[in-house]
């Protein structure tokens, strides 16, 4: 998703949902660990691995756009007119 430089902070609010949702399986997947055999820990473990490898690509691309969009602003605010 694209942000624009009207609406920078947009795609925070459209995956809010989605991280909730992360959030809540981390905090179940701690509380039950211990529950679970050695084999599907792994398997749950290595795709919240995965999930959280995406999140940080993703982040680090925003927060690439968010500077370049800064950069932009400040260039059109320091341009005479």
């Given at each position: 998703m694209k942000s624009t430089s009207a609406e920078?902070?947009?795609?925070?609010?459209v995956d809010a949902p989605y991280l909730r949702e992360q959030a809540q399986r981390c905090a179940r997947l701690a509380r039950?660990?211990?529950?679970?055999?050695?084999?599907?820990?792994?398997q749950e473990l290595k795709a919240v691995v995965h999930e959280l490898e995406a999140i940080g690509i993703e982040l680090m691309q925003k927060a690439k756009e968010l500077d370049h969009l800064q950069g932009d602003q400040g260039t059109?605010?320091?341009k005479p007119k």
């Open positions: 920078p902070y947009t795609w925070v609010l039950d660990c211990s529950k679970m055999s050695t084999e599907n820990l792994a059109s605010q320091s």
